[in-house]
T-cell receptor, first 113, second 114 residues
Framework: DAKTTQPPSMDCAEGRAANLPCNHS???????VYWYRQIHSQGPQYIIH???NNETNEMASLIITEDRKSSTLILPHATLRDTAVYYC??????????????FGGGTRLMVKP | EAGVAQSPRYKIIEKRQSVAFWCNPI?????LYWYQQILGQGPKLLIQ????????DSQLPKDRFSAERLKGVDSTLKIQPAKLEDSAVYLC????????????FGSGTRLTVV
């Protein structure tokens, strides 16, 4: 899987949008961008994924640049419960051999009152 | 649907002792993964099963770690003998096979080796 680069930590005020960047300059054409988050003492939780178009679900929005070399996860109205480590991962979404999720260090998002 | 179940939630053992962790994946998920997460780091894959067969165990320290999924459903991860550096959270995840978009993780077992 292609490697990703994320800032180690970010702060965000409660109620404001949290914008988490991710660089994946060596992404291949068939690799998707995934975002997971891990709240303290829990396992990672799937948030969203995308190939090249922007995506939105009930949790977040994913903006992928046209060249696909970077992306941004947007939490539109961050709450204290969004405090977590956010992982950006690129992979081919095929659960056969060699296509497992490989985690980096992630971004520790602290939402402050 | 029920999530991925793991037990125990916490375990404290002395070094050189043995320990076992259990995982029951989501019903129907053929693929099962064990990850190790050391404090402050992202999870690291130890082993991947598809049904009852091992797909990838290249990062499993086989001199002390073993895992099995005999009937293709639940799985056990064992450490024998444990070392201090094995202190970590052991996460189990499952997913359907084929073209799929996400894994579902359990809450993990926190192991402390003293």
């Amino acid at each position: 899987d292609a490697k990703t680069t994320q800032p180690p930590s970010m702060d965000c005020a409660e109620g404001r949008a949290a914008n988490l960047p991710c660089n994946h300059s060596t992404i291949s054409g068939n690799e998707y961008v995934y975002w997971y988050r891990q709240i303290h003492s829990q396992g990672p939780q799937y948030i969203i994924h995308g190939l090249k178009n922007n995506e939105t679900n009930e949790m977040a929005s994913l903006i992928i640049t046209e060249d696909r070399k970077s992306s941004t996860l947007i939490l539109p109205h961050a709450t204290l419960r969004d405090t977590a480590v956010y992982y950006c991962i690129v992979r081919v979404p095929d659960n056969n051999a060699g296509n497992m999720l490989t985690f980096g260090g992630g971004t520790r998002l602290m939402v402050k009152p | 649907e029920a999530g991925v179940a793991q037990s125990p939630r916490y375990k404290i053992i002395e070094k050189r002792q043995s320990v076992a962790f259990w995982c029951n994946p989501i019903s129907g998920h053929a693929t099962l993964y064990w990850y190790q997460q050391i404090l402050g780091q992202g999870p690291k894959l130890l082993i991947q099963f598809q049904n009852n067969g091992v797909v990838d165990d290249s990062q499993l320290p086989k001199d002390r770690f073993s895992a099995e999924r005999l009937k293709g459903v639940d799985s056990t991860l064992k450490i024998q003998p444990a070392k201090l550096e094995d202190s970590a959270v052991y996460l189990c995840a499952s997913s359907p096979t084929g073209y799929n978009y996400g894994y579902t993780f359990g809450s993990g077992t926190r192991l402390t080796v003293v």
